[in-house]
């Protein structure tokens, strides 16, 4: 995949997920189905992070993937996040990932990473 295509998906799913969030009344940010999944804030939160695990990664040349702590640690921290806090920190770490792809060599990206998400899996960086 083009590094000019990967960017263009994230900016994409980044500014259709801010749109999305921007519309979601206030007294529903933090309403769960069933009282069981997830709030809005936190999917929210978690994908405002996302793009800064991404982009250690790409920095690790891929050496690097989060551990179990600190995806708890992660957690705690958007714990307090309101609306706004999460677009931002999902602007800004889209922005940094994207500044990292951008400069990242074609070869890395290519590079075979494996993820213990999903059962495990094996796919280009990339990707």
């Known amino acids: 995949m083009s590094k000019e295509l990967i960017i263009a998906m994230i900016e994409m799913g980044r500014d259709g997920l801010a749109r999305t969030a921007k519309a979601v009344p206030d007294d529903k940010l933090n309403w769960k189905p069933l009282d069981n999944g997830r709030s809005v804030l936190d999917v929210l939160g978690e994908a405002a992070q996302t793009p800064q695990m991404i982009t250690q990664m790409l920095h690790s040349n891929g050496e690097s993937m989060p551990s179990r702590e600190e995806f708890q640690k992660l957690k705690q921290e958007r714990a307090d996040w309101d609306r706004d806090k999460c677009l ?7 922005d940094a990932l ?15 990473i494996h ?13």
Not at 98 to 112: D, Q, R, S, V
Not at 120 to 125: C, E, V
């Open 98 to 112: 994207i500044e990292a792809i951008g400069n990242a060599p074609e070869e890395l990206l290519a590079k075979p």
């Open 115 to 127: 993820s213990p998400m999903g059962g495990g899996m094996t796919l280009a960086m990339g990707v």
């Open 88 to 94: 931002q920190e999902l602007q800004s770490n889209s």
